[in-house]
């Protein structure tokens, strides 16, 4: 049987807003306890969070950013730089112009001595005793700066150039000291005479059997240079594997101990 429904009561017929054009304030709109069981707040239907209750989505925590890898750094050894044979050479080219210039003396006392003068060392103070050595020295060390840790052939032809280099130079020299007393017409005759002089070509021969002995001295050195740079060429290049390969392994390690990223513990909660 149905259930029986209740009479209304009468009730007193009151104006409402929409009729008399006036808007009720929010809070007195409808009655808390008519309101129907859907029109709860929102923020009343949220309950507080206990210790039991795992936090919601928007509340989980950061993951944690991956570590990146360590940056490895290996020593490089020092550049490998050859050494050179250029300063040993400069040295031994001096010493060649002190025996050059004693030897040079020697012969101009020889020659006094042949044409029956006087013996004197009066030509050690003049220009023409000194232009050749200097000419030497000149020749000699430029030729040093050359060849720098060549063998002996570089010298046994290179004496030959510091040779024509003093023997012609020392005609040039002679003709420029002695330009004021030499006519111009008579140039050609004064060269070919002071290059056909024999104090001329003794000291060309002087000069290249200086440089060529002394060469071979330099020569001899610039040999164990070149062997020693050679062995020190293999040094640099193990030294060089080994270091890449410590590079590589220190590499390899690195990244095999980085941590990979982990997952949050706490799982994203979803809506019922």
Do not use: C
């Not at 050479?89 to 210039?101: D, K, M, N």
């Not at 430029?142 to 060849?147: A, G, P, S």
């Amino acid at each position: 049987m149905a259930a029986k429904r209740p009479a209304s009561q009468a009730a007193e017929v009151t104006p409402t807003p929409a009729d008399t054009g006036e808007v009720a304030p929010a809070a007195v709109a409808s009655s808390p306890t008519l309101a129907a069981p859907d029109s709860v707040p929102a923020a009343a239907a949220v309950e507080p969070a206990t210790a039991d209750t795992p936090p919601a989505a928007s509340e989980t925590p950061a993951q944690p950013a991956s570590v990146g890898q360590q940056v490895v750094y290996v020593e490089a050894p020092k550049p490998f730089v050859p050494k050179g044979n250029r300063v040993f050479g400069v040295l031994i080219a001096l010493l060649s112009t002190v025996i050059f210039a004693a030897l040079a003396a020697l012969a101009g006392v020889a020659e006094e001595i042949v044409n029956q003068k006087p013996v004197g060392f009066g030509f050690l103070s003049t220009i023409d005793f000194w232009a050749p050595v200097v000419l030497f020295a000149i020749g000699f060390i430029v030729l040093v700066l050359i060849v720098n840790r060549a063998g002996w052939a570089a010298y046994v032809i290179g004496s030959l150039v510091v040779a024509l280099f003093v023997y012609f130079g020392t005609g040039g020299a002679y003709l420029a000291l002695h330009a004021s007393q030499i006519p111009s017409n008579e140039v050609p005759q004064h060269f070919t005479a002071e290059l056909f002089r024999v104090a001329t070509l003794v000291t060309a021969v002087l000069a290249r059997e200086a440089s060529l002995w002394m060469g071979f001295a330099i020569a001899s050195r610039g040999r164990k240079v070149k062997a020693r740079n050679a062995e020190a060429r293999v040094l640099y290049e193990q030294e060089i594997a080994a270091k890449r390969a410590e590079y590589e392994q220190a590499n390899a390690r690195n990244s095999g101990s980085a941590p990979e990223p982990q997952e949050s513990a706490v799982e994203p909660q979803t809506a019922p």
